[in-house]
């Protein structure tokens, strides 16, 4: 992305919420090149209608979209407002949302609510209080639904999403849940839609985006976070959201971790203070 560009787009402020296994992004639509993501993706036009373009299926123009995990597509706004809520797959949340839309588990579209959640969703500023954010989610999709995901899988969802639980092996978690490694690969993406490799790298990119609330250093969040090095965390944030890293966490986006342990690393570096969470992220 060229800089220009860049400062054009994002001209206005962004807020991210984050909880155990979601997150809300509200603000300016970006340039987003095509990318597939991890876990599903509520997108919700706040100023008008979108377009999305599925690599291998035709342009759908919508208002709501839900776009399935690991489907390779690009979201084009036009520079107005977005929504983007990452529903984690295992979730009664996300199943709530699909039932209430139309369409394929690759793409769905009008939301039931769809009016009341481009309604609320421009009233969603930086400082507004959570229940407000969190009356959005449960309105996106109502935590609760019976019939929920295995609970081998939802535990082990759990545990990847924990402070440290970025690191864990599938081979942990399969003896927790008292199956072998290839038998727990094939229900977490039975019952996922997504692989286990992905939905960890979702949880580190998560874990990231926590340790940015009180943390302004993004390379060491990346490393913290179970990312080989921050080259490493560019090129997969790149591929899984379409836009490279410093083009979100910049000093117009302010960022609050709900319901989530978020504690700074151990050893700083040299010369940095721990930041307040509307300071400038870099």
Do not use: K, N
């Amino acid at each position: 992305m060229q800089p220009a560009l860049l400062s054009e787009t994002c001209r206005d402020q962004a807020a991210l919420w984050l909880w155990p296994g979601h997150a809300l992004y509200v603000g300016p639509s970006l340039e987003l090149d095509v990318h597939s993501g991890a876990v599903s993706c509520l997108a919700v036009g706040i100023d008008g209608e979108f377009t999305v373009r599925l690599e291998h299926g035709p342009a759908h123009v919508a208002r709501t979209a839900l776009v399935g995990a690991r489907v390779r597509h690009r979201i084009v706004a036009g520079g107005g407002r977005m929504a983007f809520c990452y529903l984690d797959p295992a979730s009664a949340r996300e199943r709530a949302c699909r039932r209430l839309m139309s369409g394929s588990a690759e793409l769905a579209r009008d939301h039931a609510h769809e009016r009341e959640l481009t309604s609320l969703a421009a009233l969603l500023e930086q400082d507004v209080p959570l229940p407000a954010v969190r009356q959005w989610l449960d309105l996106a999709g109502p935590d609760g639904l019976s019939g929920s995901r295995d609970p081998r899988v939802r535990q082990a969802t759990r545990r990847l999403s924990e402070s440290s639980g970025q690191q864990l092996p599938a081979t942990e978690l399969a003896a927790e849940a008292g199956l072998s490694v290839s038998a727990f690969l094939r229900l977490f993406r039975a019952e996922t839609g997504t692989t286990f490799r992905r939905y960890r790298m979702w949880t580190r990119m998560v874990r990231v985006a926590t340790l940015l609330d009180t943390w302004p250093d993004l390379s060491t969040a990346a490393v913290e976070s179970g990312f080989a090095s921050p080259s490493h965390f560019s090129s997969a944030f790149h591929a899984m959201f379409g836009l490279r890293p410093s083009s979100l966490f910049s000093p117009r986006l302010t960022i609050r971790a709900a319901g989530q342990s978020s504690p700074a690393p151990e050893t700083r570096p040299h010369g940095v203070r721990r930041a307040s969470r509307s300071m400038p992220l870099r």
